[in-house]
């Protein structure tokens, strides 16, 4: 399952919160534009692509003390493909040495990052004594993109219009008998050289904590005129209704997101929910869901995982799902 970016979660539940500057906001932009690209090329994948075929997705790989991401690896027919999605809009030249967009040069040169990319995975794979080959490409997800590139490059390159027949045939691949085994190495290899992905060094200042909306908001329009009944909270604004313990959670996981470099305590969360808050279901809901550190008494806190509730507790999606049946019950009666 893909997830965006732990920047991007950062500052996608500050802005519910409290003004993004102009820098913020740009950044926010383009991390939701290169995600939706990721999960564009997810959809072709799932829709044109091969089946059945060992697939990884947002893999961060350390080798020898270097570090690369990757938006997808598969493997098929003895070869392992390495796709690196970019969302770019307008007009671009690279030369072989500098990428320009609109006569502006640009320091990061994404043809040297695949190479880099392409060269540790193929390190790892020797190390492990895997006879794999590997092939890499940027996939360029927006229509509205004009590239100009060497010649020489255009077979490292898919566009957006290319991309769903350039998946329909390799999909399309008589299949060779497979070595399971093989495959298995060398998936299990890749997992073991996995690290946990970047987390950003963002953080607020104590003046802008301070600054911070309080309260539950709405999950769908983020809205803070909610009332509650014994089940369900109802946003005012856009009439959408959700499980209160649900609530609570997603609340305690925005809080956590937000200050990812801290501990969950009871006072802070308190604070962060706001007046309405009731306590006793807050300390219930804590027990019930979050993982308390070693740390006693007037210390007492709780692991933060730092991510937003879909990711925090992915595992627990259904009964967090269930919990939504509740509301029905509340309407019956």
């Known amino acids: 399952m893909r997830f965006p970016s732990h920047e991007q979660q950062w500052l996608t539940a500050l802005k519910d919160r409290v003004p993004l500057s102009k820098e913020e906001a740009k950044q926010l932009k383009r991390l939701e534009e290169g995600f939706q690209g990721e999960c564009y090329l997810?959809?072709?994948?799932?829709?044109?692509g091969p089946k059945d075929v060992p697939c990884l997705d947002d893999v961060t790989l350390s080798y020898r003390n270097s570090v690369v991401q990757i938006d997808k690896l598969f493997l098929l027919n003895g070869t392992l493909y390495l796709l690196d999605a970019k969302a770019y809009h307008g007009n671009y030249n690279y030369d072989g040495q500098k990428w320009r967009g609109e006569n502006i040069p640009y320091n990061t040169n994404i043809f040297h990052q695949l190479s880099r990319a392409q060269t540790i995975v193929e390190n790892i794979l020797e190390e492990a004594r895997l006879p794999i080959t590997t092939k890499s490409y940027l996939v360029f997800t927006e229509d509205d993109l004009t590239l100009s590139i060497p010649k020489e490059l255009t077979e490292k390159v898919l566009q957006s219009h290319e991309l769903s027949a350039w998946m329909h045939t390799i999909s399309k691949q008589k299949r060779k008998s497979t070595n399971q085994q093989l495959q298995e190495r060398c998936m299990n290899t890749l997992k073991k050289a996995t690290i946990p992905r970047y987390r950003t060094q963002r953080?607020?200042?104590?003046?802008?904590?301070?600054?911070?909306?309080k309260g539950i908001c709405c999950e769908k329009c983020h809205h803070y005129t909610l009332t509650l009944n014994t089940y369900a909270y109802t946003c005012q604004n856009c009439g959408h209704q959700e499980s209160r313990e649900k609530a609570y959670v997603r609340t305690i996981c925005d809080y956590g997101t937000i200050f990812h470099e801290q501990e969950l305590t009871r006072r802070d969360l308190r604070s962060f929910l706001g007046e309405n808050i009731k306590e006793d279901y807050l300390k219930s809901i804590l027990r019930k869901h979050f993982q308390k550190t070693e740390k006693k008494s007037s210390a007492a806190s709780y692991i933060n995982d730092g991510t937003p509730i879909y990711e925090w507790f992915k595992k627990e999606k259904a009964f967090f799902d269930n919990t939504e049946k509740r509301i029905e019950w509340s309407n019956k009666h």
């Open 203 to 213: 953080t607020l200042t104590d003046e802008r904590s301070s600054q911070l909306k």
């Open 42 to 48: 997810d959809q072709l994948f799932h829709l044109f």
